[in-house]
Each structure stands twice: as C-alpha cells, then as structure tokens.
T-cell receptor
Framework: SQQGEEDPQALSIQEGENATMNCSYKTSINNLQWYRQNSGRGLVHLILIRSNEREKHSGRLRVTLDTSKKSSSLLITASRAADTASYFCATAPGGFGNEKLTFGTGTRLTIIP | KAGVTQTPRYLIKTRGQQVTLSCSPISGHRSVSWYQQTPGQGLQFLFEYFSETQRNKGNFPGRFSGRQFSNSRSEMNVSTLELGDSALYLC???????????????FGPGTRLTVL
C-alpha cells in the first residue's frame, strides 16, 4: 500500500519556471526522501531530510518537511528540460535493520522548452 | 564505483512459468531491497536482504521469494506467474555505516517483466 499521496499527479511548466510538488504521508517517520525516475527506468536519489529538520537545499532543489502536518514539498528552481521526469517521495521508518521505503504515488513533471 | 546492475533488463514469460531476476549491488553494500512498480499499485516493497538474511518482507504472496549470496548479490524468484505480475522490478542497495539509520538507497535500472 502507498504511504501517501503526491500532489499534483501531473505538472507542466515552461523551462525556467519553478516547480513545486507536495507529498503527504500517514505514519511517523525517521526521514523522508525524494527520488526522480526517467521514463520507467531506475530511481535516482535526490535528497534526504530527517524528521528533525525543516528545510534542506541541494543545488536547485529545496525540500521542506512539516511533521505536524505529515507533509513535505519539493521545489525545483529554474527548471530545465532535463528535469522532465516523475518525482516520488519515500518515507523511511528508520532504525537499524529497516531499509523499507514506502513510496508516494508520484508527480509527473513535464518541462516545456 | 559501478552502480547497481540488474539482469536481464527485459523478460517475456507466459502464465504459469517461473522467473528469476538478478541484482548485483554496489561494491561494499550489504543490504539489497526489491520493489515492484506497476501503473496501478505504484512502487511497492517486496523484501530486503542483509548478509544473506531476509530482514523485511512486504505484503506479497509466497510465490515471490528471494535470496542473497555471500557476495551480496541477490536474486528474486516468482513462481507460477500471473498476468498481474507484469511490472518493472527494481533492486536497490544501501550501505549502513556506523549503524546510521539514514537509508539512502541506490537503485538499479530495473527488469521489465511482461507476462503473457
């Protein structure tokens, strides 16, 4: 079963604009991660935010986490055509010995050149 | 370091057959997890192996099984294939240094299984 939902399911923006995707989850977590997937290929890890962190940056990516609302957002600034992909959030219960990730439903991002 | 590799990349089988998929983790990674991705159910956790032992298991029937070898390579097997088993099967490896609880996972390209 899916841990949560991502919103929107699909997003199309012009190149150079910012893209924001949201993720909601249901249970307590140790950390939340964002992954990118290009056209049915493997997933690429983008960023990890711990449950005691509120915001994290990596290059053009900015992730926020609100554990009280059980939600996270991923912002991609100055989008490029190469950012076209599906983006998934994944929650981790944490604790040594538990590698299970529970994925959201994903947002399909299309960057229009 | 080489990334996670999965073989074969594509596979076509018929109902009732069995299939074995292989995954080689990143060198030094001892944890290997398997996920199934379908358009209807999304990404779902199958199981995870660490040092040849299954540590976690998802909600899949017993037809889905796996194992891990001493070199950390892993295989998953699906017996008595059903049409609904058509999916992208993804393998991921991770490296827990010093007991860290932050489990970034590195995914392979996947094996696309089609059941006819």
């Amino acid at each position: 079963s899916q841990q949560g939902e991502e919103d929107p399911q699909a997003l199309s923006i012009q190149e150079g604009e910012n893209a924001t995707m949201n993720c909601s989850y249901k249970t307590s977590i140790n950390n939340l991660q964002w992954y990118r997937q290009n056209s049915g290929r493997g997933l690429v890890h983008l960023i990890l935010i711990r449950s005691n962190e509120r915001e994290k940056h990596s290059g053009r990516l900015r992730v926020t986490l609100d554990t009280s609302k059980k939600s996270s957002s991923l912002l991609i600034t100055a989008s490029r055509a190469a950012d076209t992909a599906s983006y998934f959030c994944a929650t981790a219960p944490g604790g040594f010995g538990n590698e299970k990730l529970t994925f959201g439903t994903g947002t399909r991002l299309t960057i229009i050149p | 370091k080489a990334g996670v590799t999965q073989t074969p990349r594509y596979l076509i089988k018929t109902r009732g057959q069995q299939v074995t998929l292989s995954c080689s983790p990143i060198s030094g990674h001892r944890s290997v997890s398997w996920y199934q991705q379908t358009p209807g159910q999304g990404l779902q956790f199958l199981f995870e192996y660490f040092s040849e032992t299954q540590r976690n298991k998802g909600n899949f029937p017993g037809r889905f099984s796996g194992r891990q070898f001493s070199n950390s390579r892993s295989e998953m097997n699906v017996s008595t294939l059903e049409l609904g088993d058509s999916a992208l099967y993804l393998c991921a490896s991770s490296d827990r240094l010093g007991g860290s609880s932050y489990n970034e996972q590195f995914f392979g390209p996947g094996t696309r299984l089609t059941v006819l």
